[in-house]
T-cell receptor
Framework: SQQGEEDPQALSIQEGENATMNCSYK?????LQWYRQNSGRGLVHLIL?????REKHSGRLRVTLDTSKKSSSLLITASRAADTASYFC???????????FGSGTRLLVRP | NAGVTQTPKFQVLKTGQSMTLQCAQD?????MYWYRQDPGMGLRLIYY???????DKGEVPNGYNVSRLNKREFSLRLESAAPSQTSVYFC?????????????FGPGTRLTVL
């Protein structure tokens, strides 16, 4: 079974708006990562947050982590049509280097 | 520097046929992974190799075998393909350096089993 569940499953917004995606997981983790997948392509790493961190920024991306609630959120500010993609959270539970992926959020940014 | 490459890009098999998916990375990474992605779902780990010479099962290993041929190459074999193995297969690699936890993905192999 998958570790992460993402919410919403699909999101449609207007260019310039912010997009927020949420991820919940079941067990304790070492870190949580967000990946992006354009249609028909492989995954690209966006950002990683460690279990002892609460918030991290990278460009227009902001990730938060609440280990007490076992949840994370990814915020994309000032979205662009090029941000249209599927976004996946993935958790690394221990030092095994294995990632467990969520089911993803499909983001559509309308021009 | 090509990153992670996979061959073939597309494959159609009949039930019961066998095939090997190839993966190679040129980033000198220690760890390599095979995932499958079914429509509308996230990736599920099939097998991984934490370092050259070792392989371990992931979430969904049944029906697959792997070989870590050397540090660069990690192959996935379907001995007797079944329609349930129709999926997109992704290979990934990562270094084991402390603080570097990113996995780098190949472009995927789309496999259809009839």
């Amino acid at each position: 079974s998958q570790q992460g569940e993402e919410d919403p499953q699909a999101l449609s917004i207007q260019e310039g708006e912010n997009a927020t995606m949420n991820c919940s997981y079941k067990t304790s983790i070492n870190n949580l990562q967000w990946y992006r997948q354009n249609s028909g392509r492989g995954l690209v790493h966006l950002i990683l947050i460690r279990s002892n961190e609460r918030e991290k920024h990278s460009g227009r991306l902001r990730v938060t982590l609440d280990t007490s609630k076992k949840s994370s959120s990814l915020l994309i500010t000032a979205s662009r049509a090029a941000d249209t993609a599927s976004y996946f959270c993935a958790t690394e539970r221990d030092s095994s280097y294995k990632l467990i992926f969520g089911s993803g959020t499909r983001l559509l940014v309308r021009p | 520097n090509a990153g992670v490459t996979q061959t073939p890009k597309f494959q159609v098999l009949k039930t019961g046929q066998s095939m090997t998916l190839q993966c190679a990375q040129d980033m000198n990474h220690n760890s390599m992974y095979w995932y499958r992605q079914d429509p509308g779902m996230g990736l599920r780990l099939i097998y991984y190799s934490a370092s050259e010479g070792t392989t371990d099962k992931g979430e969904v290993p049944n029906g697959y075998n792997v070989s870590r041929l050397n540090k660069r190459e990690f192959s996935l074999r379907l001995e007797s393909a079944a329609p349930s193995q129709t999926s997109v297969y992704f290979c990934a690699s990562r270094t084991s350096s402390s603080g570097t936890d990113t996995q780098y993905f190949g472009p995927g192999t789309r496999l259809t089993v009839l």
